[in-house]
């Protein structure tokens, strides 16, 4: 295990098309987080899981954006009808409920739209 | 709500010089409170927490409540402390949604 993944690392997109993103946690991390960071922002909460149940969901998701963690292992982010706005470095990150609360970060997706 | 102030997106300082990254908050709870790092083209990646009360690769960080800060410092710069550093804020309680600041770069001069 080498840690949180994500796929694709780069994914460049025209307005109006729709993408979705994979996470690969850390197996034994049963806590999935997404986040979004924009050009000198630090990172900002979109949604959070605990196992296969969806906790929380920031304002920052609006309709267009849903994530899913079908059998509490990975997990992916759709954005629909994409923006412009929605150019954006997209991390994940997984904890261990119960651990020390630390969360471990994938490299992200940046998402480019035209 | 809760939010983190880190008010300086640029930090220089001479390599053996003491470095002090300024980070306050603002939460009505009990916070706990983190420091996240990223060098360049590395993920980020957790540096210290305040209950451990930990020094992680010679930096410190205390929590004070009474001016609710959670200043990051170190007595002197080294090369490899440039990088992108994060302050950040999990309420306590069941699961920890995280709120970051904005960052400070850090930039050791040789």
């Known amino acids: 295990d080498t840690g949180v993944s994500q796929d694709p690392r780069h994914k460049i997109t025209k307005r109006g098309q729709n993408v979705t993103f994979r996470c690969d946690p850390i197996s034994e991390h049963n806590r999935l987080y997404w986040y979004r960071q924009t050009l000198g922002q630090g990172p900002e909460f979109l949604t959070y899981f605990q196992n296969e149940a969806q906790l929380e969901k920031s304002r920052l998701l609006s309709d267009r954006f849903s994530a899913e963690r079908p059998k509490g292992s990975f997990s992916t982010l759709e954005i629909q009808r994409t923006e412009q706005g929605d150019s954006a470095m997209y991390l994940c990150a997984s904890s261990f409920l119960g651990g020390t609360y630390e969360q471990y970060f994938g490299p992200g997706t940046r998402l480019t739209v035209t | ?110």
């Open chain 2, 1 to 110: 709500a809760q939010r983190v102030t880190q008010p300086e997106k640029l930090l220089s300082v001479f390599k053996g010089a003491p470095v002090e990254l300024k980070c306050n908050y603002s939460y009505s709870g009990s916070p706990e409170l983190f420091w996240y790092v990223q060098y360049s083209r590395q993920r980020l990646q957790l540096l210290l927490r305040h209950i451990s009360r930990e020094s992680i690769k010679g930096f410190t960080a205390d929590l004070n409540k009474g001016e609710t800060s959670f200043h990051l410092k170190k007595p002197f710069a080294q090369e490899e402390d440039s990088a992108m550093y994060y302050c950040a804020l999990s309420t306590s309680g069941g699961y920890q949604k995280v709120t970051f600041g904005i960052g400070t770069k850090l930039q050791v001069i040789p």
